[in-house]
């Protein structure tokens, strides 16, 4: 088996495990593309609709349909433009960005001790590994089409 198919099959049982992590603490479970929401409006800080599209490499309509749901379970604000009626400005909420907190010690915390458990060798390997995981995620964003996150 070669190397994108080996890595490409470790992908999903890898987020999962994360996301088991999670769970086990009592956190909600948020849909990944909410979590990416989330860490685009606590970096930025406001940001409009379309600006949350483009740096989620996602259309516009799935993330007009995110910011609905998350609106409605309190975790993005949305205030309405003062230049320009028909758009508006998002930012996330205190629970939200408490959550996400939460949801980042949970998780680094597991990962810490999964790689504690590790022998040397890997842990070594995996840490040299991250500039090249750096580097594959933007060739792969770079393939893909617009709209498409």
């Known amino acids: 088996m070669d190397t994108a198919t080996e890595f490409g099959r470790l992908l999903g049982p890898l987020r999962r495990a994360v996301l088991r992590t999670r769970r086990s603490e009592g956190l909600p479970d948020l849909p990944e593309a909410q979590i990416e929401l989330l860490r685009v409006l606590a970096e930025a800080g406001t940001v409009t609709p379309r600006e949350a599209a483009s740096q989620l490499k996602a259309a516009p ?36 960005l408490d959550m996400l907190d939460r949801y980042d010690r949970t998780s680094t915390a597991a ?39």
């Open 61 to 96: 309509s799935t993330v007009s349909n995110l910011i609905r749901t998350m609106t409605a379970s309190g975790l993005v604000e949305r205030t309405p433009s003062p230049a320009n009626l028909r758009t508006a400005h998002l930012t996330a909420s205190p629970k939200a």
């Open 111 to 149: 990962l810490r001790r999964a790689l504690d458990g590790l022998h040397p060798e890997s842990r070594e390997a995996l840490e040299r590994s991250l500039p090249a995981l750096t580097e594959l995620l933007t060739a792969l964003e770079a393939q893909a089409p617009a709209g498409q996150g």
